[in-house]
C-alpha cells in the first residue's frame, strides 16, 4: 500500500559528491514536491513540480535542483554536497489538477530520506 | 514568507490526560489548514482538512476547530495514549501556492 516511495532511506555523502534522492508515487498525482526537514525549523520547501518538465523554486532551492521527466518520478540533485544540506529530505505528492494548488488535497509524503554530509 | 505559528513547540503529558496544542496563521487569502500527524520513523500523516470558519473535524479522541476571522485552529486529544505521542504540525493553503508548514508541536505521552 506504498504511494510515495523514496529511494533511500539513509545516504552518507562527502563534501563535494552529486547527490540525487529519488522520488516515486503511483496516484497519479501532478504535483510533487521536495521538503527538508531541520531541528527547529519545521518543514521547508525547496522546489516543486506541477507537471512532467515543469519545475518551481520553493523557499530554499539554492544548492538544489530537480529533474521530473515522468510524471510519476521527481528527483532531487544536489550538484555538489555540502555540510550544510545534513537533513532529512521529505518527497510528497497532492491531487487537485495541474497547478491547481488551493483546496483541501492533502499531501502524501514518504518515509523520508536521512542524509548525512561529511 | 507566511509565517505559521505552532505552539507550544513541545510538550509532555501523562496518559490519560487531556491536551490542546495552537496553530496561528495571516486571516487574509484563507483556502484550507491542514493537520498532519509524524510519528518517528513514519511518513507524516494527513489528519485533518479545514477550509470553512467554524470547521470542526473529529478522528476518534483527536479533534480540530477552526477560525479564519482570527487566524487560528486548535487541535485536541482527549485521554492522550503513548501511540499519540508525535509531531503534529500544521499547514495554511493561502492560495494557488504550496502549503506553508509550521514548525510543529511535540507530543510526548508518559505511560
Given at each position: 500500500d506504498v504511494k510515495v516511495t523514496q529511494s533511500s532511506r539513509y545516504l552518507v555523502k562527502r563534501t563535494g559528491e552529486k547527490v540525487f534522492l529519488e522520488c516515486v508515487q503511483d496516484m497519479d498525482h501532478e504535483n510533487m514536491f521536495w521538503y527538508r526537514q531541520d531541528p527547529g525549523l519545521g518543514l521547508r520547501l525547496i522546489y516543486f513540480s506541477?507537471?512532467?518538465?515543469?519545475?518551481?523554486?520553493?523557499?530554499?532551492p539554492e544548492g538544489y535542483s530537480v529533474s521530473r521527466e515522468k510524471k510519476e518520478r521527481f528527483s532531487l540533485i544536489l550538484e555538489s554536497a555540502s555540510t550544510n544540506q545534513t537533513s532529512m529530505y521529505l518527497c510528497a505528492s497532492r491531487g487537485g489538477g495541474w497547478g491547481d494548488l488551493r483546496g483541501a488535497n492533502v499531501l502524501t509524503f514518504g518515509a523520508g530520506s536521512r542524509l548525512t554530509v561529511l | 514568507i507566511l509565517n505559521v505559528e505552532q505552539s507550544p513547540q513541545s510538550l509532555h503529558v501523562q496518559e490519560g490526560d487531556s491536551t490542546n496544542f495552537t496553530c496561528s496563521?495571516?486571516?487574509?487569502?484563507?483556502?484550507?489548514?491542514?493537520?498532519?500527524?509524524?510519528?518517528?520513523?513514519?511518513?507524516?500523516?494527513?489528519?485533518?482538512?479545514?477550509?470553512?470558519?467554524?470547521?470542526?473535524?473529529?478522528?476518534?479522541?483527536?479533534?480540530?476547530?477552526?477560525?479564519?476571522?482570527?487566524?487560528?485552529?486548535?487541535?485536541?486529544?482527549?485521554?492522550?495514549?503513548?501511540?499519540?505521542?508525535?509531531?503534529?504540525?500544521?499547514?495554511l493553503n493561502s492560495g494557488n501556492t504550496p502549503l506553508v508548514f509550521g514548525k510543529g508541536t511535540r507530543l510526548s505521552v508518559i505511560a
Open positions: 506541477y507537471d512532467v518538465k515543469m519545475k518551481e523554486k520553493g523557499d530554499i | 496563521f495571516p486571516s487574509s487569502n484563507f483556502y484550507a489548514l491542514h493537520w498532519y500527524r509524524w510519528e518517528t520513523a513514519k511518513s507524516p500523516e494527513a489528519l485533518f482538512v479545514m477550509t470553512l470558519n467554524g470547521d470542526e473535524k473529529k478522528k476518534g479522541r483527536i479533534s480540530a476547530t477552526l477560525n479564519t476571522k482570527e487566524g487560528y485552529s486548535y487541535l485536541y486529544i482527549k485521554g492522550s495514549q503513548p501511540e499519540d505521542s508525535a509531531t503534529y504540525l500544521c499547514a
